[in-house]
């Protein structure tokens, strides 16, 4: 049976782990208030807005909430992990949140602790948040920042985790397909994205069954082009275009699924109609300079020596200047995490690290090209999660 969702006994694992590492440091207790992190820990997932949320981890113990009301009415429905939960009604409040925050830190008796923090000031700041910093607070306390901690616990994924990375990639294969298949000239792409969406996900929803649920909300599976179509193809993280798909076209599209709160990534460049010389030249090169960055990937290889081998191929075809970003970066919980496969990047790969693989070249005013695949860090190389084909003859949509 497909596991769909991360086990307690891994979630309980992953507490552990970071008590060892507070124990190192001399932390009393550790503050997360990333929402991200939190459901990295405890299996809760919110909505993060200008409402602060923490999860405090003690040193033994369940961990506890502090936060909104309505987030913590989501918390007994979705989590055995935590344990007490300290609430107020609303931001910015009578009583301020970060106000709240250092007396219930103080009734817990750590009003002078030392306490590892991902944020000091006790809120993201998302949304037009305004307030004290909670180190101002608690002024015999000591908040350290310790962000790096849970980026660290991230960095290489379970057997659970690459699971459900691996399911999503299977999700997302189905939806590039349906994509693919749907796209053609005269079409918006937008309809061609919700069409390509709505088919693979009520399709991945009926042979998963009752249990699956989306974590994050949205589109549980997806297929699109995120506005990359013709010559704004050539603008990496373009949001929208207004014309029609049209003969001669270069797409540039983008497929996953959410799994347990898990992605994967996957990209292709189409061409619509018979490709010119040009085209396939630039696509041609593309596909050279991805296959050199995974023939690199294994353990023990620096993530800057993964991009320089991509760019060695753009810059030797003479396109060096068409670069607009780094190779790849991780992918999990998050699109975009560490580690960031980036020339300035001397991080070594370790087994059960997961990547994505995506140079790409970008001539403004013609055409983008990328394709983008999910790597796994094995023991001795490399293992491609994403699977869809990447030859020119395959993604030419005639």
């Known amino acids: 049976m497909v596991r769909l969702e991360i086990s307690w006994d891994e979630y309980e694992r992953r507490l552990q782990a970071l008590r060892e590492v507070m124990a190192e440091r001399k932390y009393d207790a550790m503050l997360v208030t990333n929402g991200v992190s939190i459901f990295y820990l405890s299996g809760f997932y919110h909505m993060v807005t200008e409402r602060p949320a923490a999860l405090l981890v003690p040193p033994d113990g369940k961990p506890v909430f502090m936060g909104p009301l309505l987030e913590a009415d989501h918390l007994r429905h979705q989590t055995p992990i935590v344990g007490e939960a300290y609430t107020y009604l609303d931001y910015p409040g009578e009583a301020h949140p970060i106000d709240l925050f250092a007396g219930w830190l103080?009734?817990?008796?750590?009003?002078?602790?030392?306490?590892?923090?991902?944020?000091?000031?006790?809120?993201?700041?998302?949304?037009?948040?305004?307030?004290?910093?909670?180190?101002?607070?608690?002024?015999?306390?000591?908040?350290?920042?310790?962000?790096?901690?849970?980026?660290?616990?991230?960095?290489?994924?379970?057997?659970?985790?690459?699971?459900?990375?691996?399911?999503?990639?299977?999700?997302?294969?189905?939806?590039?397909?349906?994509?693919?298949?749907?796209?053609?000239?005269?079409?918006?792409?937008?309809?061609?994205?919700?069409?390509?969406?709505?088919?693979?996900?009520?399709?991945?929803?009926?042979?998963?069954?009752?249990?699956?649920?989306?974590?994050?909300?949205?589109?549980?599976?997806?297929?699109?082009?995120?506005?990359?179509?013709?010559?704004?193809?050539?603008?990496?993280?373009?949001?929208?275009?207004?014309?029609?798909?049209?003969?001669?076209?270069?797409?540039?599209?983008?497929?996953?699924?959410?799994?347990?709160?898990?992605?994967?990534?996957?990209?292709?460049?189409?061409?619509v109609g018979y490709p010119t010389a040009k085209q396939t030249r630039l696509f041609n090169v593309m596909v050279k300079a991805q296959e050199a960055a995974i023939e690199t990937l294994g353990p023990g290889v620096r993530c800057a020596d993964v991009d320089k081998a991509a760019?060695?191929?753009?810059?030797?075809?003479?396109?060096?200047?068409?670069?607009?970003?780094?190779?790849?970066?991780?992918?999990?919980?998050?699109?975009?995490?560490?580690?960031?496969?980036?020339?300035?990047?001397?991080?070594?790969?370790?087994?059960?690290?997961?990547?994505?693989?995506?140079?790409?070249?970008?001539?403004?005013?013609?055409?983008?090209?990328?394709?983008?695949?999910?790597?796994?860090i094995t023991g001795d190389r490399y293992e491609l999660i994403t699977y869809y084909p990447r030859d020119i003859e395959a993604l030419t949509i005639t």
């Open 106 to 271: 103080t009734d817990l008796g750590y009003s002078k602790s030392t306490i590892g923090a991902d944020n000091p000031a006790g809120a993201a700041g998302t949304m037009g948040y305004t307030g004290p910093p909670l180190n101002e607070r608690l002024p015999d306390a000591r908040l350290v920042k310790a962000d790096d901690i849970l980026w660290e616990m991230r960095l290489c994924k379970s057997e659970e985790e690459i699971g459900l990375i691996r399911e999503s990639a299977k999700w997302g294969n189905l939806a590039h397909t349906l994509l693919q298949e749907y796209t053609a000239p005269g079409l918006w792409d937008v309809e061609v994205q919700l069409q390509a969406t709505l088919e693979a996900t009520s399709v991945m929803k009926k042979t998963l069954g009752p249990d699956y649920e989306s974590i994050r909300g949205g589109n549980p599976c997806s297929a699109g082009f995120r506005g990359q179509v013709g010559w704004k193809s050539a603008m990496p993280h373009s949001i929208g275009v207004g014309k029609m798909i049209e003969e001669g076209d270069v797409l540039v599209t983008g497929a996953g699924a959410d799994i347990g709160g898990y992605y994967s990534e996957l990209e292709r460049t189409m061409i």
């Open 311 to 376: 760019n060695r191929v753009l810059h030797d075809a003479g396109y060096g200047e068409l670069v607009r970003h780094h190779t790849g970066h991780g992918i999990g919980l998050q699109g975009h995490e560490p580690p960031w496969l980036d020339q300035g990047n001397q991080m070594e790969l370790k087994p059960g690290m997961v990547v994505s693989i995506e140079p790409g070249i970008y001539e403004l005013g013609y055409a983008g090209f990328r394709h983008s695949d999910t790597a796994l």
